[in-house]
Every structure is written in C-alpha cells, then in structure tokens.
T-cell receptor
C-alpha cells in the first residue's frame, strides 16, 4: 500500500533562512505522481508541484526547489531565503497510476513558521 | 486554469440536522470526484471516491449511510452529512479529476467547507 511520511511535524526558522521539508514515500507502483501542496490558515490547498516517477530532474521555481531521488524514495522541498508569507502547512502527496487508485495519499504535513 | 468550487465555504448547524456540501468543476468535466476530510492540525484523509452515474466507493471506516454522496452530473458531486453530530465537525475538501486524463490523473482541489456542529 502507498504511504507518505513527513517526519518533521513543525519547523521554525527566521526570515531569510533556507529550509528543507522532507518527504519519503512508499509505493509498489512503477508509475506514480508526487505532489507538494501549501495550506495557509485559510485552508485552501495551493498546488506547488507535480512530478511523475519517470522524471527525476530536480526543479527550481523562484525560491522553491525540489529534489526527487527514487533511490531513497524521497521528494524533498527547499525554500530558499524564507519569508513570513511562507508560513503554512506543507503537504507531500502521492498518487499511483498503475493500481487505479486515483486519489491522493497525503503525508501528515509539516507546519512551517517563519519568524520575522 | 481548472477551477473547482465548493458551497458552502462554512456552515454551522445544530446536532441532528443534515448538511449538504456541493463540489462543482466550473470549467471542465469530471468523471471522478474525491471527498477528503481534515481534522484540525491533521492530514487530509480520503473518505470516498465519487463516480458520475454510479455509487460512491467509501474508504474503510467511513459510514456510507452517514455520509451520502451523489454524483449526478459530470460537474457536480454532493456530500450530505446526515444527522450531524459534533464529532462530524471538520474541514471537508473535494477534488475533481479531469475527464479523460487517464493515467496522468490530473485533478484539482476545491477550497474546502468548514463544518461546525453545535
């Protein structure tokens, strides 16, 4: 069965620090998708990135970057030069293509607090 | 981009009443919609998968008679919490999977509905 683990429950940093959020996943499927979402206090999920299992290229988008390593089943997310507006709960999620389970399996989330 | 709406965004009701939550895909068709539940400071847990024109598939431990799901069209799914009790208070989020997205499985989330049962 699929599983997503976010071991960091809460992280607190000072503005301008870099921070990495860890995500480890488990799946027996060879074709799957990994996601990161941001959930601000309003509750609405903000889509950040989607990566398929065949694309191990790291990605950078502004201050955000993602490191996907199939060898360690990890999909880590780094925020460079963090800002107060980055404070939110971040979820890593997985969906499997081969098993037919189309719903996302979410990790437990990491609450990021960026202090001014 | 694809937009999913939920209505209402927030609802407060008395214990024993039923509450209906709507999930609509505004600019695309969705054969499948998913309903998630999120307790405070917890993760999102899948409750059920809703397929247009057929019965919903519920996750283990979710009472189908308690959480009625109807997916009457390719753009609308509804979740009715029947005889709501305080323990049903939660944040309910739907997502809609684009028709024809196949293994690519492209789906979008609604903004969520916060239910408070007094």
């Amino acid at each position: 069965a699929q599983k997503v683990t976010q071991a960091q429950t809460e992280i607190s940093v000072v503005e301008k620090e870099d921070v990495t959020l860890d995500c480890v996943y488990e799946t027996r499927d060879t074709t799957y998708y990994l996601f990161w979402y941001k959930q601000p206090p309003s509750g609405e999920l903000v889509f950040l990135i989607r990566r398929n299992s065949f694309d191990e290229q790291n990605e950078i988008s502004g201050r955000y970057s993602w490191n996907f390593q199939k060898s360690t089943s990890s999909f880590n997310f780094t925020i460079t030069a963090s800002q107060v507006v980055d404070s939110a709960v971040y979820f890593c999620a997985l969906s499997e293509a081969g098993t037919g389970r189309r719903a996302l399996t979410f990790g437990s989330g990491t609450r990021l607090q960026v202090q001014p | 981009g694809a937009v999913v709406s939920q209505h209402p965004s927030r609802v407060i009701c008395k214990s024993g009443t039923s509450v209906k939550i709507e999930c609509r895909s505004l600019d695309f068709q969705a054969t499948t919609m998913f309903w998630y539940r999120q307790f405070p400071k917890k993760s999102l847990m899948l409750m059920a998968t809703s397929n247009e024109g057929s019965k919903a598939t519920y996750e283990q431990g979710v009472e189908k008679d308690k959480f009625l799901i109807n997916h009457a069209s390719l753009t609308l799914s509804t979740l009715t919490v029947t005889s709501a009790h305080p323990e049903d208070s939660s944040f309910y989020i739907c997502s809609a999977r684009i028709l024809g997205s196949g293994v690519y499985n492209e789906q979008f989330f609604g903004p969520g509905t916060r239910l408070t049962v007094l």
